[in-house]
T-cell receptor, first 114, second 113 residues
Framework: DQQVKQNSPSLSVQEGRISILNCDYTNSMFDYFLWYKKYPAEGPTFLISISSIKDKNEDGRFTVFLNKSAKHLSLHIVPSQPGDSAVYFCAASVRTGTASKLTFGTGTRLQVTL | DTEVTQTPKHLVMGMTNKKSLKCEQHMGHRAMYWYKQKAKKPPELMFVYSYEKLSINESVPSRFSPECPNSSLLNLHLHALQPEDSALYLC????????????FGDGTRLSIL
């Protein structure tokens, strides 16, 4: 049972335009959400996160929105740049004792074209 | 540059071999993690260590044996692996407590012959 879903396996966006990546989750116990970017042959790189008590978090060109009632989050990248081309994973976290467990979505491959 | 360093980057081993994967971080994080990622799939959690003690084992077969010798190092000992264990093994670390991002190394790509 996939608790975190990214329904778009791929997305193509023109340079300078907005990229919107979506993610849905089913487990109400998740209290922290993250986006990671992954290039081939590298590990996931942390991009931005949001706590379940917020509905928006912004960091430069990246903004994450959380809609708890819909169990939906999205990552907006604006303006998109060719270097943003990568696979993007959303992840949801639940605290377990002193650490946390991450559950990842299946990823969306973003292609930013010139 | 990643602040979590994993060695080796690639490993090929036979089903009867014993090998170890190593992970090191110097960010002062007291939580460390092992994940397994198969091709075109998301990373899946295997083990969690807090304060150098194993706190979560996600029903991983005993042919995988984790070890945390100190707060900066995490090992994964491998013995009698199967071909289906071929995957990318990722190490991560984080501050303790909830709502902390995990930071990943670049992984070890493991192939079992």
């Amino acid at each position: 049972d996939q608790q975190v879903k990214q329904n778009s396996p791929s997305l193509s966006v023109q340079e300078g335009r907005i990229s919107i990546l979506n993610c849905d989750y089913t487990n109400s116990m998740f209290d922290y959400f993250l986006w990671y970017k992954k290039y081939p042959a590298e590990g996931p790189t942390f991009l931005i996160s949001i706590s379940s008590i917020k509905d928006k978090n912004e960091d430069g060109r990246f903004t994450v929105f959380l809609n708890k009632s819909a169990k939906h989050l999205s990552l907006h990248i604006v303006p998109s740049q060719p270097g943003d081309s990568a696979v993007y994973f959303c992840a949801a976290s639940v605290r377990t004792g002193t650490a946390s467990k991450l559950t990842f979505g299946t990823g969306t491959r973003l292609q930013v074209t010139l | 540059d990643t602040e979590v360093t994993q060695t080796p980057k690639h490993l090929v081993m036979g089903m009867t071999n014993k090998k170890s994967l190593k992970c090191e971080q110097h960010m002062g994080h007291r939580a460390m993690y092992w994940y397994k990622q198969k091709a075109k799939k998301p990373p899946e959690l295997m083990f969690v260590y807090s304060y150098e003690k194993l706190s979560i084992n996600e029903s991983v077969p005993s042919r995988f044996s984790p070890e945390c010798p100190n707060s900066s190092l995490l090992n994964l000992h491998l013995h009698a692996l199967q071909p289906e264990d071929s995957a990318l093994y990722l190490c991560a670390s984080s501050q303790l407590g909830g709502r902390q991002p995990q930071h990943f190394g670049d992984g070890t790509r493991l192939s079992i012959l």
